[in-house]
């Protein structure tokens, strides 16, 4: 559903008298307030969890001879697939030969950032270029390899994007569509605290529970067990 589409849904469910709204921009003070609603669950549900699928993308950048450090904007300007950017997943991170392809792919370890800095920014280990074999997240959140690589290398790796609110009447949020309905059954239980009507609240946070176990279910990493003790 579009944005426009889940605040007249709201409207109907909070019973709210009228027939709109007609947008979401510029509305009287009780439309308004189902408008912010409704913008205030979808980003709660986003912010629930740093690691839901639908915020997840992929990402690529070239290496350069001698430039180990790479800030967010460079990887945005040389890169592909990389927007909206909000945390890394440190464990999907990968390297080729960019002239071979990916049949030349290989993983990267992650690092703390002081053990890269203590490793490879010190000393004569600055002068080694060679192909990287492992990573580091800096503290404005670019990625620092080591060794410091050679030209002719393109990192691979993924990450999950910031939450973001809707702005516009045909904005439609990245969860998926059979799921578009746990927005509407947050921003009922805003409504109801605000308003004290109790039925409402609760019939939201019922639903929106219900709802919600079901996304978990699908949008959240699979739970591995742990391999056995020797």
Known sequence: MKFLDLVQRLRRRCRVSGTGPSTVLNQNEEYARLV???????????????????????????????????????????????????????????????????????????????????????????????????????????????????????????YFKKASEMTADADIPLLPTEFHMAIVYKAMMFYGASEAASEVYEEGQDLYQKMMRRVEWQQLPAMQSAEALA
């Open 36 to 158: 912010d609603w409704t913008n205030e669950a979808w980003m709660q549900i986003q912010l629930e969890r740093p690691d839901w699928k639908w915020m997840r993308g992929s990402m690529t950048f070239p290496t350069v001879a001698a430039q180990s450090t790479y800030t967010l904007a460079q990887i945005e300007a040389t890169g592909s697939g990389f927007t909206n950017f909000g945390n890394w997943d440190k464990d999907t991170f990968r390297n080729y030969a960019t002239a071979s392809g990916t049949n030349s792919e290989t993983e990267m370890n992650w690092l703390n950032y002081d053990n890269w800095r203590n490793v490879y920014a010190f000393g004569g280990n600055r002068n080694t270029q060679t192909r990287p074999t492992e990573f580091a997240i800096s503290p404005a959140l670019g990625i620092c390899l080591g060794p410091f690589p050679a030209d002719g290398y393109t990192i691979s790796g993924d």
